[in-house]
């Protein structure tokens, strides 16, 4: 194998790597959501962000390469995903990059679907709140007092204060 296609399987594999990274941090939300760990939450999906812009440097990397490997091997310029570079390459090349495209797809397929299952508990958590706040805006409490009169008052008043524009 040249040494084009030997960089392009080693961007291959650090985007697998970072979508393994991806997962782990989606596992670990997924922890932190259902403990209902703000702080924590935001810290993962910072960490998260970071390995975002990375893959994005990555993908930017493998787009010069793959152009890199268009001109080497005389393959069409109409030729723009890295499927349909893989059919016009050799044996060896081949099955090295349709190897390494395949961890990155299997793995780009976990992750979506650990982020499908993160964002229905959060979405489960919203209404879960939404349905106590609810609740706590309904309800009402006896308040006995003195009015400027000095005489004994009855009275109803909300149990919890909310700011409207929150």
Same mark, same amino acid.
């Given at each position: 194998m040249d040494r084009l296609i030997v960089n392009m399987c080693e961007i291959l594999d650090a985007e697998a790597k970072c979508l393994a990274n991806l997962c782990d941090l989606e596992e670990k939300k997924t922890h932190v959501i259902m403990s209902h760990d703000g702080k924590n939450l935001e810290?993962?999906? =910072? !960490?998260? &962000?970071?390995i975002l812009e990375r893959m994005a440097a990555l993908e930017a990397t493998r787009m010069t390469r793959m152009e890199s490997i268009r001109s080497a091997r005389g393959i069409d310029r109409d030729v723009k995903t890295l499927v349909d570079m893989i059919a016009r390459l050799?044996? !060896?090349? *081949?099955?090295?990059?349709? &190897?390494?495209? *395949?961890?990155? %797809?299997?793995? *780009?397929?976990? /992750?979506? =679907?650990? %982020? &499908?299952k993160n964002h229905a508990l959060i979405r489960d958590n919203m209404e879960y709140y939404e349905i106590?706040?609810?609740? /706590?805006?309904?309800?009402s409490a006896r308040e006995r007092g003195y009015g400027r009169d000095g005489r004994e008052e009855d009275g109803l008043r909300n149990s919890i204060l909310f700011n409207q524009t929150a």
């Amino acid at each position: 194998m040249d040494r084009l296609i030997v960089n392009m399987c080693e961007i291959l594999d650090a985007e697998a790597k970072c979508l393994a990274n991806l997962c782990d941090l989606e596992e670990k939300k997924t922890h932190v959501i259902m403990s209902h760990d703000g702080k924590n939450l935001e810290r993962i999906s =910072r !960490d998260q &962000e970071s390995i975002l812009e990375r893959m994005a440097a990555l993908e930017a990397t493998r787009m010069t390469r793959m152009e890199s490997i268009r001109s080497a091997r005389g393959i069409d310029r109409d030729v723009k995903t890295l499927v349909d570079m893989i059919a016009r390459l050799d044996g !060896d090349s *081949a099955a090295s990059l349709r &190897e390494r495209r *395949a961890a990155v %797809r299997n793995a *780009a397929g976990k /992750l979506g =679907r650990m %982020r &499908e299952k993160n964002h229905a508990l959060i979405r489960d958590n919203m209404e879960y709140y939404e349905i106590l706040l609810t609740g /706590l805006r309904r309800e009402s409490a006896r308040e006995r007092g003195y009015g400027r009169d000095g005489r004994e008052e009855d009275g109803l008043r909300n149990s919890i204060l909310f700011n409207q524009t929150a």
